[in-house]
């Protein structure tokens, strides 16, 4: 007899083929099809976040999404980073936000612009009062098909958005962090096992690994904990975005052994976790949401 409280996770979430799909640059997460389960209508918090003051980069969609909404039903104001452009996603994660009676900041900002990533930690500061719990999500993802065709703007842009803008919000942050609070990036499965077609962006998300575990010893004596997340192939506005290479969208995720792409609120328990004091006693971890794929630092 089968258990009616378990559930299959080969199931649980949209496990067929995607339509084949692009968008212009800004891509929008209302217009993806099937559109991404963020949490808005499952996620159900129990305070383990209350009274927290919390940045999330690229926090109008996809993961970053996901974070932003359990962070707010879990207690915490959410102050979000976004591409100009993304308006529309981010007001809708405004709305949620302040539907759980927190506080909400909207902060759109082209993270590969000196300066950006202080100016969002000061904003979130003033706006709040202070800043305990800092989510590095951001990312810049361009599939390209051959070496020559990537350019070295592109490269260059990338390693803005995806670490440099994280060093430059860390920097602006130290002095606002107290004891209990938390830094949390976003790294990738392609940080140990790198796409020929992103070259770039694998190599931003090695060094998030890298720079992870590194300022997890820094920030130790601070009483600040610092911890990453890898995910796998999770279905954002990113592989819309030329993230993927042509003709790669319909099979999105199916390679991987439970064979179906993640959803963005199937991260959202561990970026609670990691930013709660629940998880006190974890720093210099990452942590893979991959669909069984492993990771290894």
Request: include cysteine.
């Amino acid at each position: 007899m089968g258990n009616s409280h378990l559930t299959d996770p080969r199931k649980k979430f949209y496990n067929e083929k995607f339509p084949d799909q692009e968008q212009e640059t800004p891509a929008l997460q209302n217009e993806m099809r099937p559109k991404p389960d963020c949490g808005e209508e499952s996620y159900k918090g129990y305070n383990r976040l209350e009274g927290r003051n919390a940045l999330i980069t690229g926090g109008d969609s996809g993961i970053g999404r996901a974070a932003a909404i359990a962070y707010a039903r879990e207690g915490a104001n959410v102050a979000i980073q976004f591409f100009p452009g993304e308006e529309e996603d981010a007001n809708e994660v405004k709305e949620l936000i302040e539907s759980a009676g927190r506080k909400a900041l909207l902060l759109p900002y082209d993270l590969r612009e000196d300066g950006a990533a202080t100016e969002i930690v000061t904003k979130t500061v003033e706006a709040f009062g202070g800043l305990d719990t800092l989510v590095l999500n951001a990312a810049q993802q361009i599939a390209q098909p051959s070496l020559s065709e990537l350019t070295m703007k592109q490269v260059h842009d990338t390693f803005k958005v995806n670490i440099i803008s994280m060093f430059e919000s860390v920097k602006a942050a130290e002095e606002h962090l107290e004891p209990g609070s938390a830094i949390i990036t976003t790294t990738s499965v392609q940080s140990f096992e790198p796409s020929t077609s992103l070259a770039d962006y694998a190599a931003t998300k090695g060094a998030i690994s890298n720079f992870t575990v590194s300022l997890s010893s820094y920030f130790a004596s601070k009483g600040v904990r610092v911890n990453g997340v890898a995910p796998g192939p999770i279905w954002t506005p990113l592989q819309l975005d030329n993230g993927k290479l042509d003709g790669q969208i319909p099979e999105f995720g199916q390679n991987y052994p439970l064979g179906r792409a993640g959803q963005p609120v199937e991260l959202a328990p561990v970026y609670v976790l990691l930013a709660s004091d629940e998880g006190s006693y974890i720093t210099g971890q990452i942590y893979g949401v991959t669909g069984g794929k492993p990771i290894d630092l």
